[in-house]
């Protein structure tokens, strides 16, 4: 049984197929957290709680005078502010007296088959024959704050989500000053902290220390969950690789301000918390309201980060990605932005399109400056009506002209976003956020709209619906170019200002959903700046996302590489672009950045009516190797081989399908060494008795020689050179 509650010993055990998760109603009915590892069969798991005289430990009134009995050695499953846990809560309540002290303890629990909506928040969704579902509710009896802790266990994932729903029964309106949504005690603190930071341009870059005394934590404060850091953490054991050895991955489903922390005690126990951050988080709840936190999804692996990752992918692929886009093959698109930048008319589009076409490419999107007075990053943000100087035919004449070439259409709106010199800013100065008698800052520019109004909401929605019912649109790019300053909303109360953020993000999720509701079939490609908001919350409405901007091949490698830790390829945004490279000035073969684009959604980003006829051909040769690989890509599991973060000369990564029949390998060589070693790659995840054929080479091998003894990596010069293997089991 995937989620059981053993009543004699009151404990409660969430299984999947090779992990338990393991909780226990203890004295005075205080939820206790037991285990989370490898599976084990046993329900009573109480031995595992120490009690111990811990000097300067306070004990639970009730307990006196046993002083055996404190917080520093039980760890609690849901930890509160200020009754005597001294580490890192979850819940901090303040009544209306003031005071904040928290505690919950046992009412009431439910089991039962599939998973619960979360009200207004993107989430991991099963069906009944997928999922069990574990409800249990705590009442703080002072404040009148019921807790109910949410944990669903996957089936057919090796992945536990959970999130949290506070519910105020009293009659006084409290105030949630912390609510974070999940929390992992360790019971040693021997572990890495595996994180995913970044800057624009370098999104997801892969780091790792060892976990030290006191609190170590990544978080976003920008109200996005921001290109710095990805709402990701992993707990991985000193000697976990990519193959071998614990992984804990906890990724949480939010788009805003988030923490993630590890806390090693004086015990030297470690607790992880994850969940919106407390920084400037107020909620005022009012008689008979209920809050919801966002879901943390864990996963937990013996067969190191990798399979840590593939878990991740497996699920966001499957159960967290929606629409008729989810398991399709993406159309290979070309975007104008970097061959055109503002300065376009329909001539100039059309001009790429009819170029597009010949070659195969699939969608035609129009990217920034398509609408209002939008000649440059200055203006225009907020009228979303077409621009008619540079579309004097209009979009619907346009978008039948991309379709009559075979081509579908897209277009991009940065929805979230106002320019001072709009229309849209002239009529309602009071939609963005602001503080009155402080500054607006800008940045990029623009200013950013308060979506924690419904009008504002309104609006968007009704200028939003009227462009993409205007014309054939199937695809949206949704971008976000700022992040946000002067938090404030002028429609909400002082005791609920700091409410702005999230009811922000709430906003932008309604919006989405409404659109999605409105166009079923629209295809949402999201951005912030490239990666900055590529989040499991931005998934649920968007199957795939711009990974970042910089779009040299070798930058990418990284960023997708880090990216892979938590996200599968079909969700990353990926193009070929121009050579030399417009961030980096780099040049990279076009046969590499092909390869590097085809690990993601693959399409093309550069003037294609400025390509010679050799680049031409090889793009066709591109496309029609994308179509026929991208089945192993998108829906295998992805090895990583090579980690660039490491060694300096290679990165290596590649995907075995389901049945094991097929496996493609990706090598780029990162650096070029003038005399170069001899390097031989071991393969992973392939079938050891099945025999696979090296379509290149002929070379007919078991998976077991390909796995345990390796292939060999041609000699290549120049930085950025590539090769892929592509491996295909003999039919028996
Ligand atoms: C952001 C996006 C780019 C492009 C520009 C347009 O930077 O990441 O891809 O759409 O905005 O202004």
């Known amino acids: 049984m995937p989620v059981v509650f053993d009543e004699a010993n009151r404990v409660f055990k969430l299984d999947t197929p090779n992990t338990t998760y393991a909780m226990q109603v203890i004295r005075q009915g205080c939820l206790a957290h037991l285990y989370y590892g490898a599976s084990v069969e046993d329900t009573d798991l109480g031995y595992l709680i120490c009690h111990r005289n811990v000097s300067f430990a306070a004990n639970p009134q009730e307990e006196f005078p046993d002083r055996t009995f404190s917080f520093e050695t039980v760890p609690l499953e849901y930890p509160c502010f200020g009754i005597s846990d001294y580490k890192s809560a979850c819940l901090c309540v303040q009544m209306p007296d003031g005071t904040t002290a928290t505690d919950v303890r046992y009412q009431g629990h439910r089991i039962y088959a599939g998973k619960p909506k979360l009200q207004g928040l993107p989430a991991t969704y099963a069906g009944e024959e997928e999922a069990d579902t574990l409800e249990i509710d705590l009442k703080d009896s002072v404040s009148g704050a019921v807790v109910t802790l949410i944990y669903t266990a ?6 536990i989500a959970r999130s949290c729903r506070v519910q105020n029964t009293s009659q006084d309106s409290l105030y949630l000053r912390r609510v974070l949504s999940a929390c992992v005690d360790f019971d040693h603190h021997r572990y890495d902290m595996v994180n995913l930071y970044g800057k624009w341009a370098r999104e997801r870059q892969v780091e790792r220390r060892r976990l030290a005394h006191g609190k170590q934590s990544i978080e976003s404060l920008r109200g996005a969950s921001s290109h710095q850091h990805n709402p ?8 976990t ?4 050895g614990e992984a804990y991955g906890f990724s949480l489903v939010y788009s805003g301000n988030f923490l993630a922390e590890v806390e090693v005690g004086q015990l030297d126990t470690a607790r992880l918390v994850m969940g919106i951050n407390p920084t400037d988080f107020t909620w005022k709840l009012g008689p008979g309201e209920a809050f919801t936190a966002p879901e943390v999804v864990m996963v937990y692996s013996q067969e190191g980060l990798g399979g840590m990752s593939r878990t991740f992918h497996r699920l966001y692929r499957n159960n967290l990605c929606r629409g008729p886009w989810k398991h399709k093959r993406r159309p290979i698109l070309v975007n104008n932005w970097e061959a055109t930048y503002f300065s376009f008319n329909e001539e100039k589009l059309l001009a790429i399109a009819q170029q597009a076409a010949q070659l195969g490419v699939e969608m035609f999107v129009m990217d920034d400056g398509w609408f209002g007075k939008r000649d440059s990053d200055k203006s225009g943000l907020g009228d979303w009506f077409v621009n008619e100087q540079k579309l004097r035919g209009g979009l619907k004449s346009l978008v039948d002209k991309v379709n009559a070439l075979g081509m579908k259409f897209g277009i991009w709106f940065e929805p979230e976003m106002i320019s001072e010199d709009s229309d849209l800013y002239r009529a309602h100065p009071d939609w963005c956020l602001h503080i009155p008698g ?15 109004r419904q009008d504002v909401l309104d609006y968007l929605f009704q200028s939003m619906s009227a462009i993409l019912s205007s014309a054939n649109i199937e695809y949206v790019k949704w971008d976000m170019n700022r992040n946000l300053t002067e938090v ?17 993000i709430l906003g932008v999720y309604q919006l989405m959903e409404r659109l999605l509701e409105a166009f079923p079939n629209l295809l949402l490609e999201g951005c912030a700046g490239g990666g900055g908001r590529f989040d499991p919350g931005l998934l649920y409405y968007a199957p795939q996302y711009w990974t970042s901007d910089d779009t040299d091949a070798l930058e990418r490698v990284k960023i997708q590489y880090g990216t892979s830790y938590v996200y599968p390829v079909s969700s990353m945004g990926a193009h070929v672009s121009v050579c030399p490279n417009e961030q980096t000035k780099r040049s990279v073969e076009l046969q590499t950045r092909g390869y590097v684009a085809m690990a993601g959604t693959f399409g093309y980003e550069l003037d294609l009516t400025k390509i010679t006829q050799e680049e031409k051909e090889m793009m066709r040769r591109q496309i029609q190797q994308f179509k026929e690989l991208h089945g192993v890509i998108t829906y295998g599991d992805q090895y990583r081989l090579v980690d660039p973060f490491q ?7 590649m995907f075995v399908s389901e049945d094991k029949t097929e496996a493609l390998v990706q090598v780029v060589q990162m650096r070029t060494d003038p005399n170069p070693p001899l390097r031989r790659i071991r393969l992973q995840g392939l079938d050891p ?11 007919i091998l078991s998976g077991q020689a390909w796995m345990n003894a390796g292939i060999n990596i041609p000699e290549m010069y120049g930085d950025g050179a590539a090769c892929i293997f592509h491996l295909l089991a003999l039919e028996l």
């Open 438 to 452: 402080r500054g607006r800052s800008l940045s990029r520019n623009q200013m950013v709209l308060d979506m924690s």
């Open 232 to 239: 990701f953490v992993a707990i991985a054991g000193p000697n």
């Open 241 to 244: 690789d990519e193959m071998n």
């Open 647 to 653: 060694d300096a000369d290679m990165a290596a990564w």
């Open 154 to 159: 996957f089936r057919f994932h090796d992945a």
């Open 689 to 699: 008795s099945k025999r696979y054929r090296e379509q290149d080479s002929g070379r």
């Open 488 to 504: 404030s909303s002028r429609l909400l109360p002082a005791d609920r200002q700091q409410e702005t953020w999230h009811r922000y």
